[in-house]
């Protein structure tokens, strides 16, 4: 699910509702003009959102203005599913353009993205990328066909408060979903509050089931995509789990309707002690929702029957297949110069981090890297004054997450078949007589009809 339409990036994400410009591209006949190339880029906020349409305009003259041989053409499409396609068909995409995790293997097979290995490699931007990321912009060979800006690995939030009042030890979060269910247990009888909750709306449900299921060992569609796989022993005894946690445990509370919104705000209110989420959450519950930072502890995700690994998500930026080199290469400067700068040079990094610090958002908080280790880590010494977070909460995270394996999402119509899974967990957690098996085989049934459209 794409991080930036929860955060944004809050992108834990809902499917995107965008709408797409129709603005076409940069054509060849008016790319370039006296030595200066011209490329339409995409994702410029609208009239409506006038704050960050400024910010975005702003970074726009900046970057015309340190690099005077490039023009760029901003104009308004967003990533929409729904229009993609033809957009795509029609030579109407822009070039370079955001899009999330779930879409670059498909483009790439597609032909409807451009090859950037050797312009990224020229621009020395290839050997800072974070090679665990970027295998989701790759080809089987290796070529890499889009730039990881943003990523986050799902993990298991936690109310270090509750836990404390529990008798748990608020630096050790459960390792296993074993300990999990039983120190939800633990919570829901020494406080009174739900131990553990469980997103199940608006595609959510089916998102946070994948990610369930992925740690319990199983996956939801097989390699290629064209065909679900959970119909099996993993997301059984993942829907299992929920289902004795809530039934016989009863360490779930009542509410079961969950988005990403209401379970953050149950969260804040200090009425759930555990849900699945990534440390990006923290600026949510914390600054949003008023959430004490003191409280806000985050874990690697859980794992079951050995170490399996965890969601990961995130957005890229595209470049469009019709692209000239001198195209790709201004592309490659605008993605560095527009995502990127801050985690490659200290003045940026410095200046965004005071800007956080003066806007009164949460600066230094622990994420998955689209940077590799030792850039990162130098990023990290870069805004190390500025950094406004407890740390420490994070710790348990941080430790683990970093070797911890990263899963993609569905590779194929991610968000429909999260919408598919949604009633399944609705109903195992919303009727004790839940039958697991049926359920799941049902909804591979559908979920087989979507991907075999």
């Not at 290839?126 to 990523?151: C, F, H, M, R």
């Not at 440390?279 to 029957?305: C, E, H, W």
């Not at 399996?308 to 297949?321: A, C, D, K, R």
């Not at 941080?398 to 899974?421: F, G, H, M, S």
């Amino acid at each position: 699910m794409n991080r930036f339409a929860i955060r944004c990036a809050a992108g834990l994400s809902v499917p995107f509702l965008l709408v797409a410009c129709s603005s076409a591209p940069s054509s060849p006949a008016d790319s370039s003009s006296g030595g200066q190339v011209t490329i339409t880029v995409g994702d410029r906020p609208t009239s409506s959102d006038p704050a960050n349409r400024a910010q975005y305009d702003q970074k726009v003259a900046d970057f015309e203005k340190a690099n005077p041989d490039i023009k760029l053409n901003p104009v308004e499409t967003l990533w929409d599913p729904t229009t993609f396609q033809a957009q795509a068909a029609g030579g109407q995409l822009p070039d370079v353009l955001n899009v999330p995790f779930t879409e670059p293997q498909g483009m790439i097979a597609r032909k409807q993205v451009a090859d950037l290995t050797k312009v990224l490699k020229d621009d020395g931007l290839l050997s800072e990328l974070n090679p665990n990321v970027l295998k989701i912009a790759q080809d089987q060979s290796g070529n890499v066909y889009a730039v990881p800006t943003a990523a986050y690995s799902v993990g298991l939030v936690y109310n270090r408060n509750l836990f404390t009042k529990a008798g748990l030890d608020p630096n050790k979060p459960p390792a296993t979903w074993d300990e999990v269910r039983a120190d939800a247990k633990a919570i829901a009888q020494k406080t009174g509050q739900a131990g553990y909750a469980q997103m199940t709306t608006n595609n959510t449900g089916g998102w946070m089931f994948t990610t369930q299921t992925y740690a319990f060992g199983g996956s939801i569609e097989n390699a290629d995509g064209s065909q679900a796989a959970f119909d099996d022993a993993p997301s059984k005894a993942a829907l299992q789990a929920l289902h004795e946690m809530k039934w016989v445990d009863k360490s779930m509370g009542q509410a079961v309707l969950y988005d990403i919104d209401g379970i953050s705000k149950a969260f804040s209110a200090g009425k759930i002690g555990m849900y699945m989420s990534a440390p990006d959450a923290y600026r949510t519950l914390v600054n949003v929702n008023g959430l004490k930072a003191s409280s806000f502890g985050i874990g690697p995700m859980p794992q079951q029957g050995g170490d399996h690994g965890t969601l990961s998500g995130g957005s890229v930026q595209i470049v469009s297949p019709s692209a000239t080199d001198a195209e790709k290469a201004a592309a490659v400067k605008w993605i560095k110069f527009s995502y990127l700068n801050k985690y490659v040079d200290q003045s940026a990094a410095v200046t965004s981090a005071k800007n956080g610090v003066a806007g009164k958002l949460p600066v230094g908080v622990p994420g998955l890297p689209v940077i590799a280790a030792d850039q990162w880590s130098t990023y990290q010494n870069w805004i190390k004054p500025y950094v406004n977070v407890p740390l420490d909460n994070f710790a348990p995270y941080t430790k683990v997450a970093a070797d911890q394996k990263i899963i993609p999402e569905p590779p194929v119509k991610a968000q429909e078949v999260y919408a598919a899974l949604d009633p399944v967990v609705q109903t195992v957690l919303g009727n004790q007589k839940a039958d697991i098996p049926a359920l799941l085989t049902k909804a591979a049934g559908t979920v087989n009809a979507k991907l075999g459209r």
